[in-house]
């Protein structure tokens, strides 16, 4: 698979130009990881970078106490998207991603995605944000065993963000105004 295939897979470039891929594929360093090496670790510092697989394969793994092995939560894939939690939220991370097999990756920083709000895409990938996000949580919802979907209480500006609030499969939902 090309890298720009990859990219046309990912969730966060959703309806990005070819053009809009290719340009943020020139702007962002390709990471490379051997079977075994860690690029996130769990407790860490954030240093507030998001990671799009290219090739390879990695796992996620979690750990509730020290005395006990971690529990690999997910097997990730090419065009998955890692680290998008700590980009907005600078504290430390809260999983391990280790790579399986040979890996390379694409690195986004905080910087470069802020930077990107202000081009012609941005809207579309900062909402691709929104709705990767809301996906995670969604499918952590399932696989805790949730039987009902968890609302989502914004402290900021709730109104300005393109989502729809849920707070039980029976409610009906609310869209949000766009703030483009």
Not at 1 to 15: D, K, Q, T, W, Y
Not at 20 to 49: H, M
Request: glycine share 6%; charged share 20%.
């Amino acid at each position: 698979m090309s890298l720009v295939e990859a990219l046309e897979r990912c969730i966060l470039f959703a309806g990005l130009s070819f053009d809009a891929i290719t340009q943020l594929r020139a702007q962002s360093p390709v990471v490379f990881l051997k079977p075994g090496d860690i690029l996130i670790r769990q407790g860490q510092g954030s240093e507030r970078d998001l990671y799009v697989l290219l090739e390879g394969e990695l796992e996620l793994q979690y750990q509730v106490d020290p005395q006990l092995p971690s529990v690999v939560i997910e097997t990730l894939t090419p065009g998955e998207v890692i680290g998008e939690v700590g980009v907005f939220w600078p504290h430390p991370r809260i999983a391990t991603v280790r790579a399986i097999k040979s890996s390379r990756l694409m690195r986004l920083t905080a910087a470069q995605l802020q930077k990107l709000q202000t081009e012609d895409f941005g809207p579309i990938l900062m909402l691709n944000v929104v709705c990767l996000l809301s996906n995670r949580i969604e499918q952590m919802n399932q696989k805790l065993g949730s039987k009902t979907q968890v609302g989502l209480k914004l402290a900021l500006a709730p109104e300005r963000l393109p989502i729809t609030l849920l707070s039980s499969p029976d409610t009906e939902t609310t869209p949000l105004p766009l703030p483009w």
